[in-house]
């Protein structure tokens, strides 16, 4: 079992800059991929970007990929996601995600942290 806990959202103007923290529990952390997905008000959740179990392949979303990185460290059990370039459609809570295999989909995480809020204006 893995417990997830995100932090470093904040309000940013656009063209700033913010790093997402997702700090996992449990000594099979580096077993997993991992993933990032937003949610705006009113919109569904939404895959930004994943993670393989040792970091070797990543992919993003067309509307994040050169702006922003994910990166995991296992020794300390963390992923992250650097957002630069940032955009008032960007606003959004984030969430971290835990899964077998690196995925866009959603339903193929089985665990989640609770979000953090990144607000961006313009």
């Known amino acids: 079992q893995v417990q997830l806990v995100e932090s470093g959202g904040g309000l940013v103007q656009a063209g700033g800059s913010l790093r997402l923290s997702c700090a996992a529990s449990g000594r099979t952390f580096s077993r997993y991929a991992m993933g990032w997905f937003r949610q705006a008000p009113g919109k569904g959740r939404e895959f930004v970007a994943t993670?393989?179990?040792?970091?070797?392949?990543?992919d993003y979303a067309d509307s994040v990929r050169g702006r922003f990185t994910i990166s995991r460290d296992n020794s300390e059990n963390a992923v992250y996601l650097q957002m630069n370039s940032l955009k008032p459609e960007d606003t959004a809570v984030y969430y971290c995600?835990?899964?077998?295999?690196?995925?866009?989909?959603?339903?193929?995480?089985?665990?989640w942290g609770q979000g953090t809020q990144v607000a961006v204006s313009s």
């Open positions: 995600a835990a899964g077998p295999l690196s995925s866009r989909w959603s339903d193929r995480y089985g665990y």
């Open positions: 993670i393989s179990w040792n970091g070797g392949s990543t």
